[in-house]
T-cell receptor
Framework: KAGVTQTPRYLIKTRGQQVTLSCSPISGHRSVSWYQQTPGQGLQFLFEYFSETQRNKGNFPGRFSGRQFSNSRSEMNVSTLELGDSALYLC?????????????FGPGTRLTVL | DAKTTQPNSMESNEEEPVHLPCNHSTISGTDYIHWYRQLPSQGPEYVIHGLTSNVNNRMASLAIAEDRKSSTLILHRATLRDAAVYYCILRAYNAGNMLTFGGGTRLMVKP
């Protein structure tokens, strides 16, 4: 089975622009979560989707948004980019929503904001 | 989610066992103990999880204290490939898939 894929792998944007990142979960997985990883803050939860509905949201401003499609693929969008948005954005998929479900992470998208 | 406390870093020699501790004194009865690790330049990967009893899998063993206020991840024979940041995370059974990562323990393995 193919793992979680994320596109693009690297991205360079300038302040004020917007960006869309894509995540394809493992086949059959219905839950997708997004995380931001920075050297200062570590790994932080952004949001979680299940069956096209956002089930949980982390403490991030409204500039960060996401959605999930009927095939479970997910996108996240960051509008009005700031320098502090430079980070590794990780997507994780799992079968369901149970607290015992294993999360499978993708390789991440490295976003640099200039 | 209840908080976990881990040492910032640990060192081990190759082919020796490694015991990575985690304290979680405020754990609740429905919290599962999960361990993930993140190898350099990769996303985190699942290692093991448990509730009350000790658990073994092909990667590691998880020893859970009787009062569940602490746990230990055991790598039986560390290899260079095990050098990573190890995260101990508590997850409530009905709390969805959100993982609350702490600082983790950076494990260095010496040849």
């Amino acid at each position: 089975k193919a793992g979680v894929t994320q596109t693009p792998r690297y991205l360079i944007k300038t302040r004020g622009q917007q960006v869309t990142l894509s995540c394809s979960p493992i086949s059959g997985h219905r839950s997708v979560s997004w995380y931001q990883q920075t050297p200062g803050q570590g790994l932080q939860f952004l949001f979680e989707y299940f069956s096209e509905t956002q089930r949980n949201k982390g403490n991030f401003p409204g500039r960060f948004s996401g959605r999930q499609f009927s095939n479970s693929r997910s996108e996240m969008n960051v509008s009005t980019l700031e320098l502090g948005d430079s980070a590794l954005y990780l997507c994780a998929s799992s079968l369901e929503l149970a607290g015992t479900d294993t999360q499978y992470f993708g390789p991440g998208t490295r976003l640099t904001v200039l | 989610d209840a908080k976990t406390t881990q040492p910032n870093s640990m060192e081990s020699n190759e082919e020796e066992p490694v015991h990575l501790p985690c304290n979680h004194s405020t754990i609740s009865g429905t919290d599962y103990i999960h361990w993930y690790r993140q190898l350099p330049s990769q996303g985190p990967e699942y290692v093991i999880h448990g509730l009350t009893s000790n658990v073994n899998n092909r990667m590691a063993s998880l020893a859970i204290a009787e009062d569940r206020k602490s746990s230990t991840l055991i790598l039986h024979r560390a290899t260079l490939r095990d050098a990573a940041v190890y995260y101990c995370i508590l997850r409530a059974y009905n709390a969805g898939n959100m993982l609350t990562f702490g600082g983790g323990t950076r494990l260095m393995v010496k040849p």
